[in-house]
Structure formats: C-alpha cells, structure tokens
C-alpha cells in the first residue's frame, strides 16, 4: 500500500538556519503531496502542497518539489525562526483512493 | 484556506458516559471527512472515513459501536464515544475534503480526558 517515511527527529536548529525535512513516499499511480504543520495542542494546518511532478509549493518561506524520479519531496526553508518550532507532517492522498496517509511526523525545534 | 471548526476543543468526561465531538465545515462542502486519534508525540490514527449520506468506514481494530460516526450533512459530522473508559483518553481530530485529490481541512482538535 501506499506509505510515507519522513525523517523524524527532533530536529533542532539555531535561528536563521537552514531547514530540510526529507520526505520520501511509495504510491500507485500519480498520488497529490502536501506538507502538514501542527502546533502544540492544535490540528493541523496545511502548510504547502503539489499535485503533479516537478510542481513546486511554496508558503511562508517554506519550498518543497514534487519529484517523481526519486519519490521525494523534501520541506525546506533558508531561515527558520523560533515560531517555527511545531511537528512537520509529509503526506500523500493517492489519486486511486480518497484517504490521506501521513508521515511519523518531524518535531522541530528552533532556539533564540 | 478554508476553515474546519471542531468542537469542543477539551471535555473532561465521567468513565461510562458518552461525548459527542462536532466537526463542522464552515465554507465549503466536505464530500469527504476524517476521523483521527492522536497519541503524544505520535503521528495521527485514522480511524474511519466518512462520505455524506452514507456510513462511515471504519479502519481495522476501530471498534464502530464504540466511536459513532454521523456525516448528515455536506457541512457537519459527529464522533461520538459511547461507554467512554480512560483508555479513550486522546486527542481527536477531524478533517475534510471537498474533492478527490485535493486537500484536506483540519480542526484544531479535541481533548478528551475520561475520568
């Protein structure tokens, strides 16, 4: 079936570091991919997503490519600030099926 | 983006009773909503998925008498835990999808403490 594997921490960076999450998945077909960001005691909010190959999404900073060759798309940003501290989740929604499958999850923590 | 309300955001409810949760679509039409159970520090469960007039479809190991689900509209469902035990102690949340393939919606997500 389908999965999602993702790094999973904790990460911990100073600010104005530079951030990557790799994410790498397996799905039939041409699945949809997004990044997921959850802040304590919150659901999740959506943080950036790409429905084809090679699409890029981008939001606040944060870029990650939809790349079919090697199944990945990996979360980045060039400066992360201390609010950028959450759980980053890699995702898929497969175009066969309607459910979601989610990553483990990357705690990320960003000190002053 | 669109906006998923879920309510209530914590409940704190007596072993043996039951909770209903609400998740609520507030501008858009969820043909499509999830059900989620989070442990700490854990990714989510999924534990049914619900399609709009018709009965949810619960995950293996999810027990369906125990966690009721009703999606009566294209707007609203309800998760409610029956003969709640402290074991059902988590956090629940909800989402919802307005389409194939797209995105999904998040609640911000219910605490529930069973004591």
């Known amino acids: 079936g389908d999965s999602v594997t993702q790094m999973e921490g904790p990460v911990t960076l100073s600010e104005e570091a530079f951030l990557t999450i790799n994410c790498t998945y397996t799905a039939t077909g041409y699945p949809s991919l997004f990044w997921y960001v959850q802040y304590p005691g919150e659901g999740l909010q959506l943080l950036l997503k790409a429905t084809k190959a090679d699409d890029k999404g981008s939001n606040k900073g944060f870029e990650a490519t939809y790349r079919k060759e090697t199944t990945s798309f990996h979360l980045e940003k060039g400066s992360v600030q201390v609010s950028d501290s959450a759980v980053y989740f890699c995702a898929l929604r497969s175009s066969y099926g309607q459910n979601f499958v989610f990553g483990p999850g990357t705690r990320l923590s960003v000190l002053p | ?115």
Not at chain 2, 37 to 51: C, E, G, I, Y
Request: one cysteine or more.
């Open chain 2, 1 to 115: 983006g669109a906006v998923v309300s879920q309510h209530p955001s914590w409940v704190i409810c007596k072993s043996g009773t039951s909770v209903k949760i609400e998740c609520r679509s507030l501008d858009f039409q969820a043909t499509t909503m999830f059900w989620y159970r989070q442990f700490p520090k854990q990714s989510l469960m999924l534990m049914a998925t619900s399609n709009e007039g018709s009965k949810a479809t619960y995950e293996q190991g999810v027990e369906k008498d125990k966690f009721l689900i009703n999606h009566a509209s294209l707007t609203l469902s309800t998760l409610t835990v029956t003969s709640a035990h402290p074991e059902d102690s988590s956090f629940y949340i909800c989402s919802a999808s307005a389409g194939v393939n797209t995105e999904a919606f998040f609640g911000q997500g219910t605490r529930l403490t069973v004591v």
